[in-house]
């Protein structure tokens, strides 16, 4: 199975700063990556396919970056409705598999 | 509108079985590949289980965590995917979502239900 290791665990940040979210693949995985966003007691959402195009309805101050193994989730200016957990997943390969999460808090 | 809706979730004895079911509308359910992911409480994402389209003769796939235990299968005249789940243990317990991806073939999961939660406590 391939490992996605996501960091940190957890971050905390203030209203207006660029946050950063890495996540690497224990193997190639040919930008097959997605990133969702999921806040409490709600479903997660779809933000980032492919490793940086933008889904639908999605604010442009999240992308996404990366190639072969090493992966990142960008958000410019952090808005309070951004607190939320995020997790990658690959889908390259199966079995699909998940990052455990990063967990973002304002400060 | 996408709408993705399960049910049949609830509490069961280890060894028991149950039958998720998700009902869908809003788009052509017959052309796309559909998925299960499951949430422990408090805990991270993991998938589960895909079935394919009629094209690609119904193709499933399995997360080896369940894989012999549980078993996914579709509907097209019900545009409805189910997830019989079996031999339960109590590692199971989690949030089941039904997802459709962003295009058919594809892993990105682009649309999520609200999820049924399995229980599995003696």
């Known amino acids: 199975d391939i490992r996605m290791t996501q960091s940190p665990a957890s971050l905390s940040a203030s209203l207006g700063e660029t946050v950063n979210i890495e996540c690497l693949a224990s193997e190639d995985i040919y930008s097959d990556l997605a990133w969702y966003q999921q806040k409490p007691g709600k479903s997660p959402q779809l933000l980032i396919y492919n490793a940086n195009s933008l889904q639908n309805g999605v604010p442009s101050r999240f992308s996404g970056s990366g190639s072969g193994t090493q992966y990142s989730l960008k958000i410019n200016s952090l808005q309070s409705e951004d607190v939320a957990t995020y997790f990658c997943?690959?889908?390259?390969?199966?079995?699909?598999?998940f990052g455990a999460g990063t967990k973002l808090e304002l400060k | 509108e996408v709408q993705i809706l399960e049910t049949g979730g609830g509490l069961v004895k280890p060894g028991g079985s149950l039958r998720l079911s998700c009902a869908t509308s809003?788009?052509?359910?017959?052309?796309?590949?559909m998925h299960w992911v499951r949430q422990a409480p408090g805990n991270g994402l993991e998938w589960v289980a895909e079935?394919?389209?009629?094209?690609?003769?119904?193709?499933?796939y399995y997360a080896a965590s369940v894989k012999g235990r549980f078993t996914i299968s579709r509907d097209d005249s019900k545009s409805s995917v189910y997830l019989q789940v079996s031999s339960l243990r109590a590692e199971d317990t989690a949030i089941y979502y039904c997802?459709?991806?962003?295009?058919?073939?594809?892993?990105?999961?682009?649309?999520w239900g609200q999820g049924t939660l399995v229980t599995v406590s003696s």
């Open positions: 997802t459709r991806p962003l295009y058919y073939y594809d892993g990105s999961l682009a649309y």
């Open positions: 809003g788009f052509n359910f017959n052309d796309y590949f």
């Open positions: 079935v394919r389209n009629k094209n690609n003769n119904y193709a499933t």
């Open positions: 997943q690959q889908y390259n390969n199966y079995p699909y598999t």
